[in-house]
């Protein structure tokens, strides 16, 4: 996946279960980092999460939900490779879902007014 630093990055995900079934994310917490692995980070989570909210991580439908990051967000990163990883709780089991480079490319335009 490729991202403009300092682009809005919203990211539409479905998940299915061993059967190939959508799985039902009702009760599932989602928690989501993107991480170039040497402390920067962005953490992002549901709204059942401590700290989480659906402007973050919103479940859409069964099966499906959105990660959201602000452009804010990404512009504070450096153009490089990051990793992103997805993980749902679902009671006591743990499933990572997403597990994949993330590039983030440098931008040309840096200014709101000329």
């Known amino acids: 996946m490729e991202v403009y630093r300092g682009d809005t ?4 995900c479905e998940v299915r279960d061993s059967n190939g079934e959508l799985m039902d994310l009702t009760e599932s917490q989602i ?15 549901t ?7 659906d402007d973050e991580v ?3 439908g069964l099966g499906k939900f959105i990660i959201f ?19 749902i709780t ?4 743990v499933f990572t879902v997403i597990q994949e480079k993330v590039r983030v490319k440098e ?8």
Do not use: C, H, P
């Open 31 to 45: 928690r989501v980092e993107l991480t170039d692995l040497s402390g920067v980070s962005i953490k992002k989570a």
């Open 90 to 93: 679902q009671g006591d089991k």
């Open 47 to 53: 709204a059942n999460v401590s700290g989480g909210s």
């Open 107 to 114: 931008d040309i335009i840096a200014w709101n007014s000329k």
């Open 58 to 60: 919103k479940v859409t």
């Open 69 to 87: 990051f602000t452009a804010e967000e990404m512009g504070q990163l450096e153009a490089k490779d990051y990793w992103l990883e997805v993980e």
């Open 9 to 12: 990055l919203e990211i539409e």
